[in-house]
């Protein structure tokens, strides 16, 4: 990787750390167990279509924990003045931060006119953000790729963050791949096209009044820091889903913390879980997301199959988490 002097915003920026909106995934309970590992970071909500917002339950919608802020409300559409009612609603809400995705893949979000298919029409992203920006005071950024299928020149991805900042955007948040919006699943388009980290960057360097926040393949706390000397925020997202102690580790590395312990750090989500038991919810929808806490160490196959398969059962409460915790703590130490 290159090296450069530290981004003079990297050290203050609300974006230094940031979680990805990640469909099925960064529910609320997911974002309540980030939350307890990861004080500083911005957390987003799964993407929610702008109709959804003005015709659907918005209370489920947005439902959130005052322990989740700051926490930015991700949108998807493509008409301005549904996202504008969209975001005033998320505002409304206590969000702060509306995003509009321009870069998901999937078929059914093209079919839609949204998503990553909209980096070939910059004008209608530039309409969007402006009509957002009327409609609330919150930040208003955008999150995209560095381009898809043909359009793949540097030139391109610079024209798209300049229009957008002619709208009044001056914070982008950019995945460092391209979508291919045809012959790739969603899965595929997060794997297989190569990253380019480095068009990032020049796209920080070239335009330095551009809060620049950088997201795909960062798996390390190192790997954090290294772009952070480079751009103003990293973006983590399956490594903080699958080995959510990585994200614990760079919060406590970038804010010169020291950790809890893994099983600190799952105790103090207790009185969120017990008052969502008391309310009806099922622990299994909350610790889906904790499976990969030990990922890697001794125990962590017990802590997972207790939580999965015993979470499911009727009636499943604090004292299984115990007893998870209780299998790792246990567990025989491996040789080394």
Known sequence: ????????????????????????????HC???????????????????????????????????????????QLGGSEPHELAAAAAIGAAAGCDEINLNVGCPSDRVQAGRFG?????????????????????????????RIGVDEQDAYADLQRFATTLMDAGIDTLIVHARKAWLSGLSPKENRELPPLDHARVHRLKRELPQLTVVINGGIV???????????????????????????????D??????????????????????????????????????WLGLYQGLP???SFRRLLGEQGRTAGADWGLVERALAAVETAPAVAA
Do not use: I, N
């Open 1 to 28: 990787m290159e090296t450069a002097a530290p981004s003079a915003l990297a050290t203050d920026s609300p974006w230094r750390l940031c979680v990805a909106p990640m469909m099925d995934w960064t529910d609320r």
């Open 31 to 73: 974002r309540a167990f980030h939350r307890v590992l990861a004080p500083h970071a911005r957390l987003y909500t799964e993407m929610v279509h702008a109709q959804a917002l003005l015709h659907g339950d918005t209370a489920r919608l947005l439902a959130h924990d005052a322990s989740e802020h700051p926490l930015a409300l």
């Open 116 to 144: 990553a298919c909209l980096m070939r029409e910059p004008a209608l992203v530039a309409d969007c953000v402006r009509a957002m920006r009327d409609a609330v005071t919150l930040p208003v950024t955008v999150k995209c």
């Open 220 to 250: 390390s706390t190192a790997a954090a820091r290294e772009h952070l000397a480079l751009v103003d925020g990293v973006m983590l997202g399956r490594v903080a889903y699958h080995e959510p102690w990585v994200l614990a580790q760079t």
């Open 252 to 289: 406590a590395a970038l804010w010169h913390a020291t950790p809890a312990t893994r099983a600190d750090a799952l105790r103090a989500l207790r009185p969120y879980v017990e008052t969502e038991l008391a309310r009806g919810t099922a622990l299994r929808h909350m610790a889906r997301h």
């Open 299 to 301: 125990g962590a196959r």
